[in-house]
């Protein structure tokens, strides 16, 4: 490659990089343009959904929640706290991903940018405000602990977070691009994905623990003599996988076990090598058929 | 001379889907995706836009002009051959597209700007200049969606053409804003030209290209007809682009055919048409058109010619002061009043013609397509093409 080439390369690299840092930030601020409450929403909706779950899951069928491992926390609101903002984060990342190509039909139509640039600043933004959700939570946490547990002793657990959040990020973000670009072959699929994310939360255990699967996977087996891996299956969903990370960290006060990295990083790297291979195949002629 | 963008064997082509479907349950069910045909909008083109040129390209509409101008800006991919562009490309081929309407006109700007390609320094280095090239200083910190049209495609092209690229390529959009933004965004052209830099602009306006290129190449259905100097490919286009075909009322057209003239005549005050009329008289020219979509500001004309073909009279809509807003798709009839036919007894024909607003695009030109004979009336004449209003009188003898 000759020094031109080079240089050109890094140039546009940097442009790349300066767009992305743009679009991210569009996203960021566009969203609660004149809304009174602003960046304050993003709280309400999962604080509502968490108090709707825990009267409902908690008050009234009274799911049972192992006490935390490390923490001996008996929180529902808590525990189901954790879940519903990872499993938000999982599934809000993936949609906006998803329609940042069609969304933007119109300048992926008029200019030419690196196309990876539209999902990847989505998911962004998205898990922009998952780390502000989390920071809220982790602030909870703080004074959760000083009040029950004795001590701050989440802060010691919380630097996990941040390998767990990139591949988080790197998790959705392989799905979001495979969904972008297919969801402009296929519009179904955005149709579509509303009804997956809806069973895939409930796979994922958000409002019931493993404990739950263990008695139905026991039961059918005393009942009907069949052996059922349905623990298995139930851990090989990669959302159940991250959900159980975050709730390591923050209800547990625990560090993940090294199965439950291994099976994310697995997860991750896989979907995002998929997400690529795809999105580089077919958004080269994607502007003929948006 | 060395090339600024060097297109080699270039072809592109689209499907165009007999019958869409984009649906998995149709996929599964046929065992492919959708029917289609092949369309070559692009068949085998080579040429060189020589470095510092202002380089046009021609053709029809459909002739793959558009096409080749985003494969040069990498928002299509060719199916063979390559395109090599040196140095940093912009294209300006919508403004304002990447636009967020909640956002303000600064945060747009900065945004705009990233997209085009320019570094977070660059846009701060220049946004004053854009801001004031725009003329929307006092909004620029308003959401642009409260922004009139004219002000946001300002700001657009404002931005674009703050880039600097050392390759501009702009698709039609020489006509933006009012007499005087359209000054000061030719000066930025010339100024473009002065500094060396390339510029490859598509347009239909046979004028606009003579005048302000050097250099053009010649598209007819995606196949290059010919490539070189700007004012000889301009006649030769303009030669060939006259292509006509006939007409109703043993007429002959050409246009695009967006809008076309289905009958042509004069009309009594009644509606009735006639196909005489007395000299002196008023007469009415009616022309029926039949338009395929909406067409915003269309500029009507007529015009008589003798039957041996001598042009007498041909008004527009624009000197005329009547340019509709908008006509929509479907039928209608627009009439030119002459309140005094001053033509000398004889045969005449008809012609109209519907251009856009710039009148730089011919949606249709129907010529000849309607005869009317004119009989002694009022206006007396002896002999000539004319019978005007005069007469003899005064006799002096000294």
């Known amino acids: 490659m000759s020094q031109v080439e080079r240089e050109q390369r890094r140039e546009e690299r940097r442009v790349t990089l300066n767009l992305l840092r743009n679009l991210t930030k569009r996203e960021i601020s566009a969203q609660y343009k004149r809304t009174a409450l602003g960046r304050i929403w993003s709280l309400i909706n999962p604080l509502a959904q968490i108090a709707v779950y825990s009267i409902v899951f908690g008050l009234l069928i009274q799911i049972p929640v192992a006490p935390g491992s490390n923490s001996g926390l008996e929180l529902f609101p808590i525990w189901i706290g954790v879940g519903v903002i990872a499993w938000g984060a999982i599934s809000n990342s993936i949609s906006a991903g998803m329609g940042s190509m069609l969304g933007n039909a119109g300048l992926l139509t008029k200019v030419y940018f690196p196309r990876s640039v539209l999902p990847i600043s989505a998911v962004l933004s998205s898990i922009f405000t998952f780390a502000t959700e989390l920071l809220v939570l982790l602030t909870i946490m703080v004074a959760v602990g000083w009040w029950f547990v004795g001590g701050p002793m989440v802060l010691l657990y919380a630097p996990l977070l941040i390998p767990l959040l990139l591949l988080t990020m790197a998790f959705v973000l392989g799905i979001a691009m495979l969904l972008s670009v297919a969801s402009i072959y296929f519009r179904d699929i955005v149709h579509l994905w509303s009804i997956v994310s809806q069973v895939w939360m409930y796979a994922s255990g958000v409002m019931f623990s493993v404990q739950l699967v263990r008695d139905a996977q026991q039961r059918i087996a005393e009942d009907y003599g069949l052996e059922l891996p349905l623990v298995t299956l139930f851990q090989l969903n990669p959302a159940e996988r991250f959900l159980t990370a975050y709730r390591n960290i923050l209800y547990d006060f625990a560090v993940p076990s090294w199965d439950v990295w291994v099976a994310l990083v697995l997860w991750s790297v896989g979907s995002l090598v998929v997400g690529k291979l795809v999105f580089d195949r077919l958004a080269r002629n994607i502007v003929e058929e948006i | 001379m060395t090339a600024a963008v060097d297109v080699q064997h270039v072809s592109k082509s689209f499907r165009v889907y007999r019958d869409r479907n984009q649906s998995i349950k149709a996929t599964l069910l046929t065992g492919r995706r959708a029917v289609y045909d092949r369309f070559q909008a692009l068949d085998d083109v080579t040429f060189e836009v020589p470095e510092g040129s202002?380089?046009?390209?021609?053709?029809?509409?459909?002739?793959?002009?558009?096409?080749?101008?985003?494969?040069?800006?990498?928002?299509?991919?060719?199916?063979?051959?390559?395109?090599?562009?040196?140095?940093?490309?912009?294209?300006?081929?919508?403004?304002?597209?990447?636009?967020?309407?909640?956002?303000?006109?600064?945060?747009?700007?900065y945004?705009?700007?990233?997209?085009?390609?320019?570094?977070?320094?660059?846009?701060?280095?220049?946004?004053?200049?854009?801001?004031?090239?725009?003329?929307?200083?006092?909004?620029?910190?308003?959401?642009?969606?409260?922004?009139?049209?004219?002000?946001?495609?300002?700001?657009?092209?404002?931005?674009?053409?703050?880039?600097?690229?050392?390759?501009?390529?702009?698709?039609?959009?020489?006509?933006?804003?009012?007499?005087?933004?359209?000054?000061?965004?030719?000066?930025?052209?010339?100024?473009?030209?002065?500094?060396?830099?390339?510029?490859?602009?598509?347009?239909h306006g046979i004028e606009q290209m003579r005048n302000f290129c050097d250099h053009a190449a010649w598209l007819d259905n995606g196949v290059l007809q010919d490539v070189g100097n700007a004012s000889a490919i301009v006649d030769q286009y303009a030669d060939s682009g006259h292509a006509v075909t006939a007409g109703p009322g043993g007429g002959v057209r050409f246009g695009t055919g967006e809008v076309k003239f289905t009958q042509l005549g004069l009309v009594d005050p009644s509606g009735e048409v006639v196909n005489e009329v007395r000299a002196g008289e008023p007469a009415t020219i009616r022309l029926w058109y039949e338009a395929s979509e909406r067409i915003e500001r269309p500029v009507f004309g007529a015009g008589l010619h003798t039957v041996e073909g001598v042009h007498l009279w041909e008004l527009q809509g624009r000197d005329s002061g009547f340019v509709p807003d908008a006509i929509e798709a479907g039928a209608g009839t627009i009439d030119v009043r002459v309140d005094h036919l001053p033509l000398a007894p004889g045969s005449y024909s008809i012609s109209a013609t519907v251009q856009d607003h710039s009148t730089t695009h011919m949606f249709d030109s129907l010529q000849h397509a309607a005869r009317f004979n004119v009989l002694g009336g009022g206006f007396r004449t002896s002999g000539g093409m004319l019978a005007l209003s005069g007469r003899l009188e005064n006799l002096r003898q000294h």
């Open chain 2, 54 to 109: 202002t380089f046009g390209l021609l053709g029809r509409n459909g002739s793959g002009k558009s096409t080749l101008l985003k494969c040069m800006a990498r928002i299509l991919n060719p199916n063979s051959g390559t395109i090599t562009t040196r140095g940093r490309v912009a294209a300006m081929l919508e403004v304002g597209s990447g636009f967020h309407p909640e956002l303000s006109g600064r945060e747009n700007v």
């Open chain 2, 111 to 203: 945004l705009n700007g990233s997209i085009l390609g320019m570094s977070r320094a660059e846009i701060d280095s220049k946004f004053d200049q854009i801001v004031d090239f725009s003329g929307v200083e006092r909004f620029i910190d308003q959401p642009v969606k409260n922004y009139s049209s004219g002000m946001y495609v300002r700001l657009g092209f404002a931005v674009s053409i703050h880039v600097e690229p050392d390759v501009l390529l702009v698709d039609e959009v020489l006509a933006v804003g009012d007499m005087d933004f359209q000054e000061k965004c030719m000066e930025k052209f010339a100024q473009f030209r002065r500094e060396g830099r390339t510029v490859v602009v598509v347009s």
